[in-house]
Structures are given as C-alpha cells and as structure tokens.
C-alpha cells in the first residue's frame, strides 16, 4: 500500500504540495500545539565532571557563543 501511495505521489497527475504554514509576526505561535505552550520549560541538567570526562576533541576549533549567553555572562 505505501508503494502504491509512493508511485501515485510521484506521478504529474498526483503532484505533492509542501505544507507552507502562515506566520503573521515573529511571535505568532498559532502553528504549536496548545498542550505544547502550556508546559512550563523544563532547564537541562548537566553533570560537569561526567562532559569533562567525555572526549571533546569534537569541539576543536568551536568559537562561537551565543551573543545573548555572552550579555549574561558580563552581568
């Protein structure tokens, strides 16, 4: 069935639409769902001992840091 639905999608006359969602301002929010926005962010915890532990060889080289985390940092 889903090899069916694939061959249809790719035909002309089955042509497949991308899904263009509309977004009045930058804080428009009518796209996320309602439960989502309502939880309260949850921050991450982080084990400072256990990422210095981890190989950061991956890291070599990274400058960049967020402008605003920078801000915070000065305060």
């Not at 042509?15 to 989502?36: G, H, I, M, W």
């Not at 939880?39 to 256990?50: A, I, M, W």
Request: proline letters at 7%; hydrophobic letters at 30%; a negative charge.
């Amino acid at each position: 069935l889903s090899s069916l639905f694939w061959k249809k999608s790719q035909s002309p006359s089955h042509p497949v639409f991308p899904l263009c969602l509309t977004q009045k301002s930058a804080s428009d929010y009518n796209n996320f769902d309602r439960e989502f926005l309502s939880e309260k962010p949850k921050l991450s915890y982080s084990d400072k001992n256990l990422i210095e532990s981890m190989d950061q060889s991956a890291f070599d080289g990274f400058s960049f840091i967020n402008p605003k985390f920078e801000q915070i940092l000065d305060k």
